[in-house]
């Protein structure tokens, strides 16, 4: 652990001295050749007068964050170069304050959309003139988190402050990136990405066969994750445009993301807590217009790796549809199907998601899923329970039985400014016989959340919560069926 705390230490600290440089100017930003002010001489001032110093990486990182939160009111209409074109419907959401524009899905580039961003470590890194046209890119972010919870242990099966009543470094994370050109419809094109991340979050994405032992075996509270690796491969002339992806990505349905911006809260609902986290495979993403759209693939079923005894051929198959008005999205999946048969997360799930947008910047997000596995070994009984999982709170008698899982959240958003959201969820998960969380109960949780973004590389997203469980006592490792939590984390995007 003491280790673990030296890394939360130094990032904080590298963290408090970009700010500094933001705050105090590029008198003090080391590479910017601003240490003393030199008078010109009197009878040779344009000769005594050296050259304009370049500014340094640590002073183009500085002026990125400080233009960031205090941006210069807009140009005259007119007056700047047009935003490059979209292909497809108009994106329905603002971002900021939501963390993205388009209704989700995942497996794919948002097929049509310009790749616009700009990041302050690639703008400190190249300059804006080169970042403009880099096509390779590399970001990231730290989100460090506290809570005040009245359970004494655990909060599981809350996710992700799992541990109560503490501060801890929830995600660093850095991504490397190109994303393919999909706004042409004319030539092939390509792109791939990387994730490295560390912190607490990384029990809730690592897999067996990528390190799963750093928290399934020895428990350590801090582990490494290679969250996501793998290619895209865009073929413009397929329909309007057809994505396939190659690799270990995140697993396709749900609003929530593993990856901390991608939320519309701090804390995660209970359905996402014991869903599939990511998979390794491939997946096709075809756009057939601007409402449909269809997905196909094959993966090593969740959360395994292909060279792990555990790996099944499983096929998950999903449709996208969009309203003419954008006010309204469906997206239904049959995720990781094959057998069913009893092995280390070998769920079989099918999940909807529904979007809709009301006037007034109101957003409803909803989903709902079933899940289950057959031939769960029952708990108490002769048969092995692999590590990492539990076994069914089988009938008496039962050596082994299906135990499936009933689940539905839905987010009510308000947008209130270009910088900030409102938002209400409320959670129910049924845990029939106990499979996913070790028990056999109803789970309910309601949390309100306010999200500020500074600029838009900072999000603060403070939250209350209450969690119960009606048939047991399941919080705080079974000691608690009621928890109350108040929690926040800070996203600083680099």
Known sequence: MKRQSVN??????SVVLLLFFVVHGPAFAPGSGCVLAQTPSASHPEASQPAAPQPGFFRRLADYYRADWHPQPAPAEGASAPAPARRGAPSPLDSPPFPGSDWGYSGAPVIGEPDTNSYPLMTAWLGDTRT?????????????FADASTAGFRNDPIADDAYPNRAELGQAVLYVERLPDTVQQKHFDWGYHLTALYGTDYRYTIDKGYGY????????????????????LYFARVAQGMNLRIGRFISLPGIEAQLAPGNFMYSH????SVDPFTDTGAVATVKLNDRWLLQAGITAGHDVAPWTSDAKPSATACVSYTTASVNDNIYACANGINSGRYAFNNLQQYDVTWYHRFPHKWVLASEAYYMYQTDVPAVGGTLPIETGTNGATCAFGEARCTAPEYAADSYLMRELSPHDMLSFRSDMLD???????GFATRYT??????????????????????????????????????????????????
């Open 269 to 272: 609902s209970l359905l996402y």
């Open 8 to 13: 939360v230490l130094r990032i904080f600290r």
């Open 132 to 144: 403009a046209s880099a096509r390779s890119k590399i970001y990231g972010w730290v989100d460090p």
């Open 431 to 437: 845990d029939q016989k106990g499979q996913r969380t």
């Open 213 to 232: 032992q750093q928290w399934y075996v020895d428990h350590h509270q801090y582990g490494f994750d290679p969250t996501m690796e793998y290619v895209d």
């Open 445 to 494: 949780e309601n949390t309100l959340s306010w999200q500020h973004w500074f600029g838009t590389t900072v999000q603060l997203r403070p939250e209350i919560r209450l969690d119960h469980s009606w048939d047991q006592s399941a919080y705080d490792l079974g000691r608690h069926a009621t928890v109350f939590t108040a929690a926040s984390d800070l996203v600083f995007h680099f």
